[in-house]
């Protein structure tokens, strides 16, 4: 099965970016929607951002649209979430992760459901403080 691996967490000030890479190993993600989601301390896993297979339009959590750009190159078997104007309410944990999707049917709100997803990264920590 096709294994994730993140990178590009880090300490950033209110206002500041961050770009999150996403590498999968092999061609596994060629048929597979990918997302990115996030745990803060104490608080549920939620869905950020996620992109299908088929058109590739993206969806993305009302609380990050307008600051964060999912994307993919499906050459280089990676996910990048392109965060900028992070606030301190980003400050979580960060998992890329990915589920089957043979037939393209992945869209919209399923693309940021952690239930629908089964393979994920380690985790990269993303911390937003003054």
């Known amino acids: 099965q096709v294994q994730l691996v993140e990178s590009g967490g880090g300490s950033v000030q209110p206002g500041g970016s961050l770009r999150l890479t996403c590498v999968g190993s092999?061609?596994?993600?060629?048929?597979?929607?990918v997302g990115w989601f996030r745990q803060a301390p104490g608080k549920e896993r939620e869905g950020v951002s996620g992109?299908?297979?088929?058109?590739?339009?993206?969806y993305y959590h009302r609380s990050v649209e307008g600051r964060f750009t999912i994307s993919r190159d499906k050459e280089k078997n990676s996910i990048y979430l392109q965060m900028n104007s992070l606030k301190p309410d980003d400050t979580a944990v960060y998992f890329c992760?990915?589920?089957?999707?043979?037939?393209?049917?992945?869209?919209?709100?399923?693309?940021?459901?952690?239930?629908?997803?089964?393979?994920w990264g380690q985790g990269t920590l993303v911390t937003v403080s003054s």
């Open positions: 092999g061609r596994m993600l060629d048929y597979y929607a």
């Open positions: 992109i299908g297979t088929g058109v590739n339009l993206p």
């Open positions: 992760a990915a589920r089957r999707d043979p037939y393209q049917t992945a869209a919209n709100l399923g693309l940021i459901n952690p239930e629908l997803f089964d393979t």
